[in-house]
């Protein structure tokens, strides 16, 4: 392929932190952007091949591709060490983002924690999105209202033990592979371009280069009827894209599926990393989506 036809990194200042990300085109005048959104842990290396299959679309149509990873992940800087990572924050940075490069039109693609910011987003600024495709992902993570004293106590107990726990460290960058092929239940070679952008080597060991405060269990989270108010605000063509052996209770979510104005949903071979696994089928979709949402 040749340099033309290649993602390259780009770094892009936001007022309070800088994002990371792979790009393909250039935003002031393309048609339309793809914006790509990962999920908790990973980083837009997720979407590398999802990307390279759809960047000779990208081109004949006048399409810019952009992966970001988002704060705290990948290459971009983590947030301040009196910060943390609640997930309404994740939605003012793509807010500023997207006021940055002002695209013509933008898709959001969002896998897992990406589809969860992505749908949120849409319902918020309905005028910014003209279509929404969400990855093994389908609204905001909700529970009981009785959850929300033990949820908020937890919360602030977890961060006080993560601040005090060593970083985790491997002797060789294919022991981090194997982390996470064990947690992914992808192979070495679907990880890889994950791997490379989200670890380092310092001191003859390797290490994740996300900011530990990530694992910090969330101290807040709606509930299901507030859940379902966001997708129903939500006011652009929507797509559902679910791994066969992906989360079982998105399959079953009959009333968020409801709840969305414009619902399509397709199945693609591979588990919660579908995109990942099925990634020629997954770019095929997104390129037949894109063309009927975009006029």
Request: charged share 20%.
């Amino acid at each position: 392929m040749s340099d033309e036809l290649m993602l390259r990194n780009v770094d892009i200042q936001l007022s309070h932190l800088r994002l990371s990300a792979l790009e393909f085109g250039e935003e002031s005048h393309a048609n339309v952007t793809l914006l790509f959104l990962h999920g908790w842990l990973d980083n837009a290396a997720s979407f590398s091949s999802v990307m390279d299959s759809l960047i000779e679309t990208a081109q004949q149509k006048n399409w810019h591709l952009l992966a970001i990873d988002l704060a705290g992940h990948g290459l971009s800087q983590h947030r301040r060490a009196d910060n943390f990572y609640p997930f309404h924050d994740y939605i003012a940075d793509l807010h500023e983002l997207l006021a940055k490069i002002a695209p013509n039109k933008c898709i959001l693609i969002g896998h897992s924690l990406g589809a969860l910011i992505a749908s949120c987003y849409s319902a918020a600024f309905p005028d910014k999105v003209d279509g929404l495709i969400q990855i093994e992902g389908l609204g905001p993570l909700t529970e009981p209202a009785e959850n929300s004293v033990e949820r908020l106590r937890k919360g602030i107990l977890s961060r006080q033990r993560i601040k005090a726990k060593p970083m985790r460290r491997y002797v060789s960058q294919h022991d981090a592979c194997l982390h996470r092929m064990q947690a992914n239940q992808l192979s070495a070679k679907q990880l890889r371009p994950l791997i490379e952008r989200g670890t380092y080597l310092e001191d003859g060991h390797w290490y994740w280069r996300y900011d530990p405060k990530l694992k910090c269990e969330s101290i807040y989270r709606m509930t299901e009827e507030q859940g379902l108010t966001y997708l129903q605000a939500i006011e652009c063509p929507s797509l559902l894209i679910l791994g066969q052996t992906g989360f079982p209770q998105l399959v079953t979510a009959e009333s968020r599926k409801a709840a969305l104005k414009h619902h399509q949903e397709v199945t693609v071979p591979g588990g919660h990393h579908c995109h990942i696994e099925s990634f020629a089928q997954v770019s095929d979709i997104i390129r037949h989506f894109v063309a009927k949402s975009v006029i």
